[in-house]
């Protein structure tokens, strides 16, 4: 993720800034700052020059709710007494991903409740929910079939983006570059009765 922040020099002549970033809870891990990899750089400002600021940061394994700040501190090298921070108060928002896989008839017309037979071609259903609070990126959903059936095709559900669905082996893998909040994507695997 990143946060922009607008730093201003007030100094009256030219001056170099040490920027650093940092967070209050732990929360957050910070990759960058201005394109500097860690948690610092060192910028020069002119009197009044005014730049836009991005630290990169990505989440921790923590749970949706928890909050962080994420600080950015500037001082003056030539009088480190002259400082300023400016923050962002983070909430972490977490996708949660649920999968169902359904049997259904070869038309997809209707959910199979009894026996199938040896040459008959059935259809599984994949359906895919985000019931998070936040878009899940790179969903990947694997899918190793039953040794009672051979793979046929597969299709998607024909939204936008478009599922990239593929088989090696006996196992299914699809993957979807978003899947928004609140959203349920499906697709389809048609197979042979062995």
């Known amino acids: 993720y990143t946060a922009s922040f607008s730093v201003t020099s007030n100094l009256t002549g030219t001056d170099d800034l040490d920027l650093v970033a940092s967070t209050d809870n732990g929360n957050l891990t910070i990759v960058s700052v201005n394109g500097v990899a860690g948690t610092s750089t060192q910028l020069s400002f002119t009197a009044g020059q005014n730049q836009t600021i991005d630290v990169i940061y990505t989440v921790n394994d923590v749970a949706a709710g928890s909050t962080d700040n994420l600080n950015l501190l500037a001082r003056s090298v030539s009088a480190p007494a002259i400082d300023d921070t400016g923050f962002f108060d983070i909430t972490i928002v977490r996708p949660s991903i649920s999968v169902t896989k359904q049997a ?91």
């Open 104 to 194: 259904w008839n070869d038309a997809q017309s209707a959910q199979i409740s009894g026996t199938v037979l040896p040459g008959d071609y059935i259809q599984y259903l994949i359906s895919v929910s985000n019931n998070g609070t936040a878009d899940a990126t790179s969903v990947s959903v694997s899918d190793a079939l039953p040794g009672e059936v051979t793979y046929d095709s597969h299709s998607d559900d024909g939204g936008t983006p478009a599922w990239v669905i593929a088989e090696a082996g006996g196992t299914v893998t699809a993957t979807l570059a978003t899947l928004s909040a609140g959203a349920t994507r499906t697709f389809w695997i048609r197979v042979q009765i062995n």
